[in-house]
């Protein structure tokens, strides 16, 4: 009876113990969890780059310019507008530009197509007596710059796909920088970068939180070419 009452006393101060340690070890995993995570405010989006200057005619010319109409006939040429790019049609109906032949089916269809550095558009179609009509020559409309996509609120699909229910887009033909404000509840920042110009552009990107540089890269963007960077953090307290 003895020997019991001892065993008792026994395990009664280890319960104790074991107690206390664990109302340690809760206390101080509760001081850690008040902690609020620190998440940027503010979001600065850098964009360098430097479009190449339209090449300067070696030979400026006084034309004739094409225009949209205009009809070629065989042994007769126009200059594609502002360059001393010739368009001559040879006495079979082939299209002489520079040292490109163009006879096959007949049409040309060049949208933003680059000759010596030179954007060209050009429509036009071979007539039946084998001279050309100009059916549409310069600005085709499309823009030529970098096209930027700025959003703070969007949304992941399960396919990894981003529906951005606020966007803030912007047709570049300079360097640019601007802050966005981050939402405090859901802070998130996504850059979408097109290349729109008919050149391979070299970009400096940089993007900053609170003034911290988060990423700092040049890359080369060829033409037609598409750029994304997704910066998401988590709230582990409201």
């Known amino acids: 009876m003895k020997m019991f ?6 395990t009664l101060s280890i319960l104790l113990m074991t107690v206390l340690v664990s109302l340690s070890i809760f206390v101080a995993g509760c001081g850690e969890d008040s902690e609020e995570t620190t998440v940027p405010e503010i979001a ?8 190449p200057s339209p090449p300067t005619p070696t030979e400026p010319t006084d034309g004739p310019f094409c225009k949209a109409g205009d009809i070629l006939q065989p042994g007769e040429s126009c200059f594609y507008p502002g360059t001393d ?5 040879l006495d079979d109906g082939t299209l002489r530009i520079l040292n490109m032949f163009i006879r096959g089916d007949g049409r ?7 000759i010596n550095g030179t954007p060209i558009t050009l429509i036009a179609q071979r007539r039946n007596d084998n001279s050309w ?17 700025v959003s703070t609120d969007f949304t992941e699909t399960a396919n990894g796909e ?10 570049l033909t300079e360097s640019f920088s601007r802050d966005f404000r981050l939402d405090p509840h859901n802070p998130r920042l996504a850059v979408e970068l097109t290349n729109n110009t008919p050149h391979d552009l070299s970009v400096h990107v940089t993007l900053l939180f609170d003034g911290e540089v988060d990423y700092d890269e040049r890359e080369l963007f060829q033409s ?6 997704v910066r998401m953090w988590g709230i582990t307290n409201e």
């Open 85 to 89: 790019i010739e368009m001559f049609v």
């Open 133 to 149: 009509k100009i059916e549409k020559i310069g600005d085709s409309g499309a823009p030529e710059k970098l096209e930027l996509l």
């Open 108 to 114: 040309v269809n060049f949208e933003n197509f680059s």
């Open 44 to 51: 600065t989006v850098k964009i360098e780059f430097t479009l």
């Open 162 to 171: 981003f529906i951005y229910n606020t966007k803030h887009e912007f047709a």
């Open 224 to 229: 037609g070419s598409w750029w994304q960077k």
């Open 5 to 10: 009452v001892m065993t008792g006393k026994m």
